[in-house]
């Protein structure tokens, strides 16, 4: 069975800070790790992850996967107010059955005060 | 326009009833997924389709249903709600990659 496993499930922090979101997972066949931003409803898509150690960016926000050691982390730098979401990794694995379907973690709740 | 649509936004109902959610989308992707999100759990794969001949159960299908009644529409019904069906719905869709795309949510209560 796929598992994902985030953490730390919450996190507080003041504007300005810089945060670093962990992701771990298990999965029989890896075939990318997406990470979304969900704020009052629906889950927002930030990055797409398939290769180990290239970092993707946009913005103050990125993010790497390490396919040996199964894990991604997102970072955030000079946080804001509007950062505080719930940050949710998924996974999705490659061929059989399993194919297109995503596993998500239980969420990052980030809470950034002013 | 939003590209994936979803009715109701909320909905209040009681023990016993027969429910549908609704969910449209214009993004012209061929796969479609429900998910139920409860605190603490994330997101979990109801049901999910990927063409309007294809349908397939997920994680926690129990006493839910689905119908795919064109590549655009996936409506998810309860036949008989139960309080623990109380949840945040989403419907999502994706296209030739993985990333999928959601729906604004429908907050259900069963009372």
């Known amino acids: 069975e796929d598992k994902v496993v985030q953490s730390p499930l919450s996190l507080v922090v003041h504007e300005g800070d810089t945060v670093t979101l962990n992701c771990s997972y298990e999965v029989t066949n890896f075939r990318s790790l997406l990470w979304y931003k969900q704020e009052k409803k629906a889950p927002t898509f930030l990055f797409m992850l398939?290769?180990?150690?290239i970092e993707k960016k946009s913005g103050r926000l990125s993010s790497i996967l390490d396919k040996k050691e199964l894990f991604s982390i997102l970072n955030i730098t000079a946080t804001q107010t509007g950062d505080s979401a719930v940050y949710l990794c998924a996974v999705a694995p490659g061929g059989g059955t399993s194919y297109g379907k995503l596993t998500f973690g239980q969420g990052t709740i980030l809470t950034v005060h002013p | 326009d939003a590209d994936v649509t979803q009715t109701p936004r909320n909905r209040i109902t009681k023990t016993g009833k027969r429910i549908m959610l609704e969910c449209s989308q214009t993004?012209?992707?061929?796969?479609m997924y429900w998910y139920r999100q409860d605190p603490g759990l994330g997101l979990r794969l109801i049901y999910y389709?990927?063409?309007?001949?294809?349908?397939n159960k997920g994680e926690i299908s129990d006493g839910y249903s689905v119908s795919r009644q064109a590549q655009a529409k996936f409506s998810l019904s309860l036949e008989s709600a139960i309080p623990n069906q109380t949840a945040l719905y989403f419907c999502?869709?994706?296209?030739?990659?993985?990333?999928?795309?959601f729906g604004p949510g429908t907050r259900l209560t069963v009372l």
């Open positions: 999502a869709t994706s296209g030739v990659t993985d990333t999928q795309y």
């Open positions: 389709s990927f063409d309007v001949k294809d349908i």
């Open positions: 398939t290769s180990s150690g």
């Open positions: 993004k012209g992707h061929d796969r």
